[in-house]
């Protein structure tokens, strides 16, 4: 009991919550839940989660060629022969291009630019692997490049970047489309995402 008779937080839990408190989208509310959340549970489940997150770092490694986290350097998808390498995705993320493949609609190849760039965070294009993208490029010219950056302004500005310094005039460059999500209504949607939508209109007949 410290002077004005409160219990004060052990040492142990403030630490905890400070290292929670660290990772993306965790606010100090949601940490503090989370440490009580493992300071309660059986502690054989928070030896495999300690485990795992060791694992994760130990083990996994950037593809040299599409920079995707992987097991394997080059990993899985640059080094199948059934993938279609004259088309390139570029999303910011291998979270980003995990999302595609549980689409099952996309059969190229990725390049992972690890961010975006974003000058109020002093992130510019060399932070990323984007030079290492146009070596690629002008290695072994793609007859696509698909960006699919996120559509916000630092996705923007990375894709107008990226757009700028691919001179070959021979590759065909596009853009995922942005519009309504599916079970989304018109009224709800913003100004922006409804002009996108209809300049990304598709022709049906
Ligand atoms: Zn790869």
Same mark, same amino acid.
């Given at each position: 009991m410290n002077q004005n008779n409160k219990a004060s937080i052990s040492s142990i839990i403030s630490e905890l919550i400070s290292h929670l408190s660290q990772l993306p989208g965790i606010g100090p509310k949601t940490a503090e839940?989370?440490?009580?959340?493992?300071?309660?549970?059986p502690e054989s489940k928070i030896v495999s989660l300690s485990e795992s997150l060791i694992k994760a770092k130990q083990m996994l490694t950037f593809c040299k060629i599409c920079?995707?986290?992987?097991?394997?350097?080059?990993c899985s998808i640059c080094s199948?022969?059934?993938?279609?390498?004259?088309?390139?995705?570029?999303?910011?993320d291998s979270i980003d291009a995990f999302a595609i493949e549980n689409?099952?609609?996309?059969? *190229?190849n990725y390049h992972i630019l690890n961010g975006s760039i974003s000058p109020?965070?002093?992130?510019g294009p060399q932070?990323?692997?984007?030079?290492?993208?146009?070596?690629?490029?002008?290695?072994?010219?793609?007859?696509?490049?698909?960006?699919?950056?996120?559509?916000?302004?630092? *996705?923007?500005?990375?894709?107008?970047?990226?757009?700028?310094?691919?001179?070959?005039?021979?590759?065909?460059i596009s853009r995922l489309a942005i519009g309504i999500p599916i079970g989304g209504d018109l009224d709800y949607t913003d100004n922006k995402t409804l002009v996108q939508a209809f300049n990304s209109r598709q022709s049906i007949r």
């Open positions: 839940r989370l440490a009580f959340h493992i300071i309660k549970a920079f995707i986290v992987t097991e394997n350097d080059p199948n022969d059934f993938r279609d390498k004259s088309i390139l995705c570029v999303v910011h689409t099952n609609t996309y059969s *190229g109020i965070n002093g992130i932070e990323l692997t984007i030079s290492n993208l146009l070596d690629r490029v002008k290695n072994n010219p793609p007859k696509e490049i698909i960006i699919a950056t996120n559509p916000t302004i630092e *996705g923007d500005a990375t894709s107008t970047y990226i757009i700028n310094q691919i001179t070959n005039t021979e590759i065909n």
